[in-house]
């Protein structure tokens, strides 16, 4: 038994000696979007006695689990409270959702909620993945702004303005466009959020919808999972001048692990497969247009019926590490990327 014990140890000594995964344990991984919470509504009804993450999941199709989030070494990770555009109630709908993320996160001691950055730094620094919320587009407000006060309280630190539907908030990039981008109410909504200190995710949000934000936030906002249209010609990717924009305003674009996100020829049915080498082309991409300060990573796991090949699931974050190493990237460019640019944002929203 000794004997096995020591060998357990060695190994695992040698798997952190990989330059990959000293980064992760030295910079938190801050991932911009993951769907789990969804998985468990989707597939058990919200039972969360039905889904154990403690232990694998991959025979049942999903992508996250806690043996592979901590082969991935994940630091924090935004849980996203998503319902569909038609759901019912949808002010009490999110915050069942809500209520159900912050029961799965309680369920396990490996993960713990933090409310800010100065807690994502605390936690990782414990060795626990700190767990934040994001709501998955501004139907969660049923049409008032007071919510977004109360989805604060609650624990949820960013609000995607739409999903896959235009909304009385905004125009999404799918769809009839009802608003020409930002509607009243929607800039009602982004000067709360901005007094909140809830940061503004424009994933999913038409072009002119991005455009009329980054013109009137006071604050660094965010695009929690997408890509560079200049790469991949997809909508729900960021053009170059909103991009600039975003650049001037300090927020992140966080890189999607989306396939058809991140390959135009996935995009265009010429191929099944995205790869890793592309989202890594991705964020050399943006490097060089608008810089290192405003990159981060946010896959979509569990929101994704398959990631692109070596990006398959939440162990495989030091695979893309090690990519980015090859490719020249230094510690400090990686620490940036993999978390300290979205903990400084974080640290924005606060400040007054």
């Known amino acids: 038994m000794k004997r096995l014990l020591w060998m357990l140890a060695l190994l695992t000594a040698v798997a952190w000696a990989d330059p990959g995964r000293e980064l992760l344990r030295k910079y938190p991984l801050i991932d911009g979007h993951n769907d789990t919470p969804w998985q468990y509504r989707k597939r058990v009804h919200s039972n969360l006695d039905r889904i154990d993450l403690s232990r694998s999941t991959a025979g049942i199709g ?3 689990d806690l043996p592979r989030l901590r082969q ?8 996203s409270i998503y319902l569909p555009n038609d759901v019912a109630n949808p002010i009490q709908a999110f915050r069942n959702q809500l209520a159900l993320a912050r029961r799965m996160v309680a369920r396990y001691p490996d993960l713990e909620q933090a409310l800010d950055a100065d807690d994502i730094v605390r ?3 414990r060795g626990h993945i700190a767990s934040l919320y994001g709501v998955e587009s501004g139907h969660a407000l049923g049409g008032d702004v007071n ?3 109360v989805l604060y309280r609650l624990g ?3 609000m995607t303005l739409t999903h896959t539907r235009s ?3 905004a125009d999404s990039s799918e769809g009839p466009r009802l608003h020409g981008g930002l509607s009243e109410l929607g800039r009602r909504a982004v000067v709360e959020m901005n007094r909140l200190g ?3 995710d424009l994933s999913h949000v038409s072009d002119e919808t991005m455009r009329d934000v980054l013109e009137l936030s006071k604050k660094p906002v ?12 997809h909508k729900r990717n960021v053009p170059d001048d909103v991009l600039l924009q975003l650049r001037d305003n300090g927020g992140v674009i966080m890189v999607s692990f989306v396939p058809s996100f991140v390959s135009e020829a996935v995009r265009t049915e010429r191929a099944e497969r995205a790869t890793l080498a592309q989202v890594a082309d991705h964020i050399d991409y943006l490097k060089k247009l608008i810089g290192v300060d405003h990159i981060g990573i946010g896959s979509d796991f569990d929101g994704i019926d398959r990631g692109p090949v070596g990006l398959e699931d939440v162990s495989c974050y030091p695979a893309l590490v090690d990519e980015l190493l090859e490719r020249g990237y230094s510690e400090e460019e990686l620490g940036k990327i993999l978390g300290g640019n979205l903990l400084r944002v974080l640290r924005a929203q606060t400040r007054r």
Not at 224 to 233: E, F, G, K, W
Request: glycine share 10%.
């Open 72 to 79: 991935g070494g994940l630091g924090a990770q935004f849980w």
């Open 198 to 200: 809830m940061l503004i």
């Open 156 to 158: 949820a630190r960013y």
């Open 147 to 149: 919510q977004l006060q």
């Open 167 to 169: 909304n009385r908030l």
């Open 62 to 64: 999903m992508q996250t």
């Open 123 to 125: 936690i990782h620094g």
């Open 222 to 233: 965010v695009f929690t999972h997408s890509n560079a249209r200049a790469l991949c010609n």
